[in-house]
């Protein structure tokens, strides 16, 4: 059972960046993906940002090109979510989820694990 515990979130003018971390409790092994989603009031949980343990490569969705980066410290067992030039549309609790697979799933369905959930509030 691997636990996931998210931080990082908080309240940030527009413009400003956060940078969000996902721990895991335990080592997962390389076949394992990570991602970030995020679910805004009133709004279905999208995926934000995939990546792989074993390998660099990523997804992001189009709404964040440009803003926010995923990466990982294999060593620390973290994924984190650098985030720039927040909008106020980015405003949503942000989850960080996992599972084991060799793709880069942007469904929220298929991921195994998820974390509690951090919240970032970007003000106008």
């Known amino acids: 059972q691997v636990q996931l515990v998210e931080s990082g979130g908080g309240l940030v003018q527009a413009g400003g960046s956060l940078r969000l971390s996902c721990k895991a409790s335990?080592?997962?092994?390389?076949?394992?993906?990570m991602a970030w989603f995020r679910q805004a009031p009133g709004k279905e949980r999208e995926c934000v940002a995939v990546?792989?343990?074993?390998?660099?490569?990523?997804y992001l969705a189009d709404s964040v090109k440009g803003r926010f980066t995923i990466s990982r410290d294999n060593a620390a067992n973290t994924v984190y979510l650098q985030m720039n030039s927040l909008k106020p549309e980015d405003t949503a609790v942000y989850y960080c989820?996992?599972?084991?697979?060799?793709?880069?799933?942007?469904?929220?369905?298929?991921?195994?694990?998820w974390g509690q959930g951090t919240q970032v509030t970007v003000s106008s």
């Open positions: 990546t792989k343990w074993s390998v660099g490569s990523t």
């Open positions: 335990e080592r997962t092994s390389s076949s394992y993906v």
């Open positions: 989820a996992a599972r084991q697979g060799s793709y880069l799933y942007t469904v929220e369905n298929v991921y195994t694990y």
